[in-house]
């Protein structure tokens, strides 16, 4: 499973890309700040050096199980020699490598680990290698708040399973058409809504026509964590026949309540 983006260094996009679960970055775009015009030549140039062998095959030690040590032996030996040259696909093709791979087509260049990828624009630049990784490090951590906000909207989402099977079993009637029912389902979710957000979902949409999907789906971590226990709190005071007024005051209060914990929030308001 590939994933791909791109990071603006000095002016230069450098695309990146995560392949089973190692984190590559474009050597390609990276010359291009030594020679715009034949980036691949400024790739080889480094690759048919003696230390830039010896720190590849010590990396394809480490990591690579695979790597195929007899034919690198020789590689190493003919290695800084006027008459040695080497290029990426070369370098895949002889030791079965996986710190460095190539990629054809639009957006193709040759991709390295991070590590070899950073050790290339040093060679490169020592000022442009701090500023590849300040900008490659900045990447992850938003790659980061993204995943732990898509694990808290799953959750959520898990969670309101239990809430509606609650509400399905106390407060919809034996004799009710879908349609009816999907209303009861939607005002309890807005009981859940006007705890912690202050709003129904109607309101959020009349007062963001341009956004694309629901309230939820724009709410924070933190937002995300205090409504996942809030369904299962209120799943528990359905199931307890508490009335939906009496339900919507305490589950504000908790919200409140919660927020304050997660986030010091002193913008919310007891609902009255």
């Avoid at 890309?17 to 291009?32: L, P, V």
């Avoid at 009349?206 to 924070?220: C, E, H, Q, S, V």
Wanted: with cysteine.
């Amino acid at each position: 499973m590939k994933k791909e983006n791109e990071i603006t260094v000095k002016d230069f996009q450098i695309k990146t890309m995560t392949k089973n679960g190692i984190d590559y970055i474009c050597i390609t775009d990276i010359a291009r700040q030594k020679n715009a015009q034949e980036p691949k030549d400024v790739v080889k140039n480094w690759m048919r050096q003696k230390n830039t062998l010896e720190y590849l095959g010590l990396w394809e030690r480490l990591y690579n199980p695979l790597f195929k040590g007899v034919e690198f032996a020789p590689l190493l030996a003919q290695a800084g020699s006027n008459s040695f040259t080497m290029s990426p696909s070369r370098w895949v093709e002889l030791t079965g490598s996986i710190g460095i791979l190539t990629k054809n087509g639009v957006g193709g260049g040759t991709f390295a680990q991070r590590d070899i990828a950073f050790k290339f624009a040093n060679w490169i630049s020592v000022e442009f290698e701090l500023y590849l990784v300040r900008e490659f490090q900045r990447l992850k951590a938003e790659e980061q708040k993204q995943l732990g906000w898509t694990a808290k909207r799953e959750l959520s989402k898990i969670n309101y399973r239990i809430h509606t099977d609650a509400i399905q079993h106390n407060l919809i009637p034996q004799e009710v058409t879908p349609m009816q029912a999907g209303l009861i389902y939607a005002e309890e979710a807005d009981v859940l809504n006007v705890a912690l957000f202050g709003m129904t979902a109607k309101q959020w949409r009349d007062t963001n026509p341009n956004l694309i999907g629901n309230i939820r789906d724009y709410a924070t971590i933190n937002e995300l964590i205090c409504l996942s226990n809030m369904e299962s709190i209120n799943s528990v005071l359905i199931n307890d026949g508490v009335p939906q007024s009496e339900r919507l005051i305490k589950l504000n209060q908790i919200a409140i309540q919660q927020m304050l914990i997660l986030q010091g929030d002193n913008n919310r308001h007891l609902l009255k």
